[in-house]
């Protein structure tokens, strides 16, 4: 029974991802808006440092601070 309910839960997660997909499709669009004004462009390290890098620091240091900061009972 197990296999067949990991099974139903696969098919929704892919049909959920697969309908996401087809309705972001917009958001490809080349054609700009009226009154769209983009920034400049990221370079590869700025992008992977802002979406890769700061959330791993982030993540870092607020386990860091949690470990430090707690109060329960050392064993």
């Known amino acids: 029974m197990d296999k067949k309910n990991a099974m139903r839960a696969g098919a929704v997660a892919a049909g959920t991802t697969l309908m996401m ?28 440092g802002w979406f890769v890098l700061l959330p791993i620091a982030l993540f870092v240091v607020i386990a860091g601070l949690v470990m430090v900061l707690d109060k329960s009972k050392k064993a």
Not at 27 to 47: H, I, K, Q, V, Y
């Open 21 to 48: 997909l087809l309705m972001s499709s917009p958001a490809l669009a080349l054609t700009r808006d009226a009154g769209d004004d983009p920034g400049p462009g990221l370079s590869a390290m700025e992008t992977v």
